[in-house]
């Protein structure tokens, strides 16, 4: 995530997992139990990546070209 504090933009990045005990009822599996652990995370000074910072849903967004529908 990207945001400004005191006019300098920033960035956190996490990256964790979920631990998941599954059991099957009924036909379907389901999660009973879940355990979320965060194994890093990183706050530093970041420059902005010019106009391609926000994306839109409309043909000026950058993965537009993968959607011929837009």
């Known amino acids: 995530m990207?945001?400004?504090?005191?006019?300098q933009m920033q960035q956190?990045?996490?990256?964790g997992?979920?631990?998941?005990?599954?059991s099957h009822r009924n036909g379907r599996?389901?999660?009973d139990k879940r355990l979320a652990s965060r194994d890093?995370?990183?706050?530093?000074?970041v420059g902005t990546v010019s106009h391609l910072d926000r994306g839109g849903r409309d043909?000026?967004?950058?993965y537009a070209v993968l959607h011929r529908t837009l």
Do not use: C
Not at 17 to 22: H, Q, S, T
């Open 2 to 7: 990207r945001f400004k504090r005191a006019e």
């Open 12 to 15: 956190i990045t996490t990256w």
């Open 17 to 22: 997992r979920y631990v998941d005990e599954w």
């Open 29 to 31: 599996w389901g999660i």
């Open 40 to 45: 890093f995370d990183e706050l530093r000074d």
């Open 59 to 62: 043909r000026s967004d950058p």
